[in-house]
DNA sequence: CATGTAAGTAAGTAATTGCTTACAAATATA
DNA sequence: TATATTTGTAAGCAATTACTTACTTACATG
């Protein structure tokens, strides 16, 4: 990975995120990267080819973070983990998120395999502690994962976004 | 309102919902809706105009909706009634929520106004049932929202939906 | 019925779009 | 050191963009 094919991907999450895909040209991408245009197609091939390798990289670190908590042995505490995501997700990640979340308001639903991932973790952990209908409350617990990225992502305001998780908490473990 | 203008408006928000702001060109919503293009200028002076009158009208319709949910007497049935507007929701305003909630990861907020009147309505009848911290509590009555928003509108599977409304009231009301 | 205004169109406009081409510099490999 | 491949650029491409202009048709009101 050379320096300027790096510098393309960066600008391009920061823009695509903020401004939307069909928001932001190539042209604009080119320059906010310092590189010229047509590099962009010598590494990527064409815009939807850069997107893709854009969310590609994201999407690999959050798999393996689902991964670890699904190895975690004690099902309380993988609940616990899945609801504390959006509250754990590094700055620096945000547009990642931003990104994630515009495309699926799209139509285009890159989040699906990570919710997919997630809702099994969370049925298996139920399951575990004998809950009644796992698949509802499951739903109902991403739902909030929803709810609370948009909290954490947009309103970036985290001394209510603790209260938050700790009032979430409260209804599940007694 | 001539028929034509309607029309406009109509082809406008179905194609901004499903295509997003940037996504759709003048001349593909003035071919969608059967009109010569330079119409939508006379009507709407530019593109943002056009989208901002889009919006205007179930902006107000909503409004509505939430002012007779303030003006029920018991705050049960007013956290209720709030719980249930994600599901309440007709599918011919589908395209509007998805809009709405396109544009807002698009840090564009025109749920701004929405939220902070269900917020509201949240709090007051919080207090009224004696709530200890009613700000978190409405805001995380309003994360449940944006995620049952997303199932509603994004995935259109109801049955799911009455299951998860049915789920979450059964935390609120003992 | 005359006339002013609103509703509507067709054919333009300059600027921008995603993408290609032809070529140069840098780097790796023999 | 010679050569092949990768990395990079500048200039240009046809198509599309939001928007305007010059014009016609419909309609309301005195």
Redesign the interface.
Known sequence: MTNKKQSILDSALYLFA??????VSTNTIAKHAGVSEGLIFKHFKDKKGLLNQTLTQWKLDFNQILEDIGNIESPQIRIQRIMELPFSIPEIQFPYW?LV??L????L?LMHNHATSMKIILIEALQALRYP?TN??A??I???????I??AV?KKDSS?SK??L???QK?YIQ
């Open positions: 903020y401004k939307g895909y069909n928001g931003q979340y515009a699926k308001w799209q139509n639903d209908d509802t409350e739903e109902l991403l739902s909030y994962f929803d709810g609370f948009s909290s947009l209510l209260n938050l700790k009032a979430l209804k």
